[in-house]
T-cell receptor, first 115, second 117 residues
Framework: AQKITQTQPGMFVQEKEAVTLDCTYD???????LFWYKQPSSGEMIFLIY??????QNATEGRYSLNFQKARKSANLVISASQLGDSAMYFC????????????FGDGTTLTVKP | EPEVTQTPSHQVTQMGQEVILRCVPI?????FYWYRQILGQKVEFLVS????????KSEIFDDQFSVERPDGSNFTLKIRSTKLEDSAMYFC???????????????FGPGTRLLVL
């Protein structure tokens, strides 16, 4: 079974609007972390935001926020006020405490911001 | 801001040749990782390394792969006899500590794009 599922291969958003990128996960480990990374066309992986399984509040980092719904096992990334530079591939990833640091990645979502 | 660096950025090699990919993790980090991303596919875990030994490896990380920390700063991935299917982007990552389990963020380098002909 897929541990991380990103159901949106591609998304479009108008500049200055908000967009939500979906991520659902599957784990039986009570302690885990969820991460979002951005991969521009140049190829590097840029860390955006982290949410811990025991965190009571949704994580926020500038224009990025994470809509964490633990019971639904979802960790959607919300980007507010989209900018042209946000056009990239976005990956959701999970690390479980039982897996010694290994991150499992989803297939990614390609976001295109339209002017 | 400290960052993970990788060299070379691109490497072209002939099938059957050995390649060494180099990484300099963030200086106070203790855990090091290699991942690969075949073009258009997801990022896949290869190996994690701590205290001069492998702590976990995936089924992809077979006998043709090895990792080493030859000095206090470099972390290398060696592919002994490259195959066409080894063509991919290889990412090095590091994290500060693992004591808290999954909380530590892994910071990725810019990647080495390997092409095996």
């Amino acid at each position: 079974a897929q541990k991380i599922t990103q159901t949106q291969p591609g998304m479009f958003v108008q500049e200055k609007e908000a967009v939500t990128l979906d991520c659902t996960y599957d784990t039986s480990d009570p302690s885990y972390g969820l991460f979002w990374y951005k991969q521009p066309s140049s190829g590097e992986m840029i860390f955006l935001i982290y949410q811990g399984s025991y965190d009571q509040q949704n994580a926020t980092e500038g224009r990025y926020s994470l809509n964490f719904q633990k019971a639904r096992k979802s960790a959607n990334l919300v980007i507010s006020a989209s900018q042209l530079g946000d056009s990239a591939m976005y990956f959701c990833a999970m690390r479980e405490s039982t897996n010694a640091g290994k991150s499992t990645f989803g297939d990614g979502t390609t976001l295109t911001v339209k002017p | 801001e400290p960052e993970v660096t990788q060299t070379p950025s691109h490497q072209v090699t002939q099938m059957g040749q050995e390649v060494i990919l180099r990484c300099v993790p963030i200086s106070n980090h203790l855990y090091f990782y290699w991942y690969r991303q075949i073009l258009g596919q997801k990022v896949e875990f290869l190996v994690s390394f701590y205290n001069n030994e492998i702590s976990e490896k995936s089924e992809i990380f077979d006998d043709q792969f090895s990792v080493e920390r030859p000095d206090g700063s470099n972390f290398t991935l060696k592919i002994r006899s490259t195959k066409l299917e080894d063509s991919a982007m290889y990412f090095c990552a590091s994290s500060e500590a693992l004591a808290g389990g999954p909380r530590e963020t892994q910071y990725f380098g810019p990647g080495t794009r390997l092409l095996v002909l």
